[in-house]
């Protein structure tokens, strides 16, 4: 783990849309932000880690892990490139409880930006118009990735709200196919996939060779696709 050496495009994030050229790295470095690549799977964020930070995954994608009581992992969903993560501890601060880790994957880059610098950001000194701008433009953005991430959220209580593994793995590609653009959904292993679906790995196993007996459902390397998709929307 450490500071990345190569060049990173940070206007390609949506929390920086809008703004000119070379205009994110000064912000970042405005606001004490840093960028960290990591070559391995690691856990870089424990439940209950006081982490003042919003994360942005560059590159690559992080797992956020939702723990219980028993320390057992309940709930595990993947963020891919351009999302943001953090946003619980970040604003909430200490005083809420939170059960939710991050574990980083191979090959990702993260932008770290301090939360509480962000929100001081104009209230302690006179800024420029150009930075005003800036700010402004951030803030905006920042409220329209939080909004999006509610409905996301929104969707996965429907996937849980199933009765059955079937209908859960079924409206999970619905969702997941809207959102890749394409039928052939890339997917996360089966033990990740379970943890997503609240379910048992080999009863997932069974249900998936159940659905691919009777050709509703075709698997491959990392993807599957609902036969029936078309039908969904």
Known sequence: MGDAKSKIVL????????????????????MGGRIQRFLKKERIVYRHDDNPN?????????HIVLTD???????????QADALFGNVWAVAGTETYCGMSVDVRPKTVLLWLPYRSFLAAG??????????????IVRRNLLTILSRMMFVMIQKIEVLSQYTLRGRLRLYLFHQ????????????SRVELAK???CNRSALTREIGCMEDEGVLVCGDGWMQMKDAQ???
């Open 11 to 30: 206007e390609k994030l949506s929390i920086f849309r809008g703004l000119e050229p070379g205009e994110p790295e000064a912000f970042v470095k405005d």
């Open 54 to 62: 919003l994360g942005v995954v560059v590159e690559g994608a992080v």
């Open 69 to 79: 009581f028993a320390e057992s992992e309940v709930l595990a969903y993947e963020l």
């Open 123 to 136: 209230t302690e000194k006179k800024q420029s118009a150009r930075a005003e701008r800036v700010y402004g």
């Open 177 to 188: 196919a809207k959102a890749q653009g394409t039928d052939r959904v890339k997917v996360p």
């Open 196 to 198: 997503m679906l609240v």
């Open 231 to 233: 039908k969904m929307k």
